[in-house]
């Protein structure tokens, strides 16, 4: 063994080089998860987009995140290799960051969400080329069939979540403030960090990166190192490739014309069935190659349900976070961003304890298959929406629950997290044939970029009490804003609650054009035979929770209210500025329906996730066995 072996292995445990790509990991996910615990924040808040569109936007972004590592795993597979994808991928998603961090520092102007868009493609394609080809690195540190690969994936995974518990109390910390002018510091943290991951790669690749024969892993293409090819090549074939492109043509069709699915969403799922498609009819695959790409195949599947339900976390949990829990602690407010790492920090408590219990476990011969282990991932994460759809339960929305029921979520979800994904990318690994190696943890991502698209689906159910129909800079005059300014809500809420129900003048108004970024209220004029509606105190506490700032309110119908805070800016000469910005909230939203079911709760919103994750769970317990079967050998 070479002196280059030597320093790459210890002589107990594992080899340096997975804590070298342990630590690249944790940096490039500090970024990632630092960038999403903001960004549906950024969305709502800064560019004031609505919640539906801001999850829309949200599943799509996911969803594409870990729909292009297919690309990056084939041209790892077929031309670069690991490394050079790596640091591709690395220098693509630190462009991305700062282009997020160009769109914070000029969220007010039209350019804004040019730049977002352009930040997250530079993210999406260069996840593509980092993500699949360090996780197969991985397994690569060491001999065939040896039983510390579950172990190692653990590992590597503990470095995922220390990124992703630091991510958001860092860039939350930073960005989350309740300015929207402070997001983009939250973004060029991500930044700094993505840069960090890739500097720590870059310099120690070389010495520690190696195979246990001291052989620098990564650096020729995958295809190149399969023990098991033919020195016959298999001709590519033209016919299969046009076919598979064919049935992936009347899949994005079928997706878009008959389900109704966006542009992005038919990509995803229509790619989702193609790709594999057409790997598993690759002539070259042995019949033992192809029973056990199926089980990867099956065990993904199954996947999509987990991921769709446990990353709510970066859209209607934190919509729940931000509106429905009580996040005082000690005098202080937590921001809602914070939430998002008591899942990382749980996995870096209670990764060693799986860790230990596995190697227990697998010393005595009784360590569970993969897909019993996953089976089990489910049923954790139903348990978890069981938890806190009791939690919320006859609820009233204007009443926030104690952030209790929401950590215990987090907590439970981290269990099953820790019994599905590291233990299905070391399956991934095992399973794989090498020339197939990156291609294949490409298809387990692609079904979690189906998941994140549905997760986004699944978001926009979230039911809303009161919804912003429209949000506006108004020019208005004094004699109108003297007459709206007689109902103070803050006086309203806060020193009187007669009957439940407040007055408010009743209004009709009409807008202007755009007028330096201000639409000017004109025509206002007050009904004239009923001068004052009621709004029930139940929606002006709604109304109060979602923006803390307004002072006044005028009713435009019975559904409409006009709410208008008013903004004091100090300019350079040292004088103030006052403006204002409007709301028109509506007090009654369409309630979302899925399959027929009208989700009018909270309740029934979480039950969904009971239901689906419960069901995927039993499935796939009663699967495992056959699935084993399958394996031939491998567990």
Known sequence: MSSTATLSS??????????????????????????????????????????????????SYTGLVYLTPLIGGYMADRYWGNRKSIVIGGIMMAVGQFFMFIAGSVYQSESAPFFMFTGLAFL?????????????????????????????????????????????????????????????????????????????????????????????????????????????????????????????????????????????????????????????????????????????????FFVIFFWAAFEQAGASLTYFAEEQTDRNLLGSVIPASYFQSVNALAIVIFAPIFVWIWGILGKRNMEPASPFKQALGLFLLALGYLVIAFGVKGIDPSTKVSMVWLVSLYTIHTLGELCLSPIGLSMVNKLSPARFASLLMGVWFLSTASANKFAGTLSALYPEEVKVEKEFSPQISAADLKVIESNLIDTLIFKSEPKGEYELPIATFSLSKEVEGSSVIKGLKYNEQSQHGTVSLFHMKLIKGLNKNFTSAVMINESMVLTIEKIEKKLDDGTFKTTSNAQVWNLKPEKPKLAGFQVNTLYDFFMIFVIMAGAASVFLFFLSKRLLVLMNGIR
């Open 10 to 59: 210890t002589p107990k445990g594992h080899p340096k080089g997975l804590y070298v790509l342990f630590v690249t990991e944790m940096w490039e996910r500090f970024s990632y998860y630092g960038m999403r615990a903001l960004f549906v924040l950024f969305m709502t808040k800064a560019l004031l987009i609505d919640k539906a569109l801001a999850s829309d936007i949200y599943g």
């Open 124 to 300: 999406i394609v260069g996840n593509g080329f980092f993500k699949p080809n360090i996780s197969t690195m991985v397994g690569q540190l060491y001999p065939e069939g040896d039983k510390r690969v579950d172990s190692a994936f653990t590992i590597f995974y503990m470095g995922i979540n220390l990124g992703a518990f630091i991510a958001p109390l860092l860039c939350g910390y930073l960005g989350d403030t309740g300015n929207p002018a402070d997001f983009k510091w939250g973004f060029l943290a991500a930044g700094v960090g993505m840069i960090l991951s890739l500097v720590l790669f870059i310099t120690l690749k070389n010495k520690y990166i190696v195979t246990p024969e001291g052989v620098q892993i990564g650096e020729k293409s995958n295809s190149s190192r399969d023990e098991v090819e033919t020195t016959e090549k298999v001709p590519a074939d033209p016919k299969r490739m046009f076919m598979w492109v064919g049935i992936f043509a009347v899949l994005f069709g079928l997706f878009f014309k008959v389900f109704e699915l966006d542009l992005i969403g038919s990509f995803i799922f229509g790619l989702t069935i193609a790709a594999p498609g057409f790997i598993i009819t690759d002539p070259s695959l042995s019949l033992m190659e192809r029973q056990r790409i199926w089980v990867v195949y099956i065990a993904a």
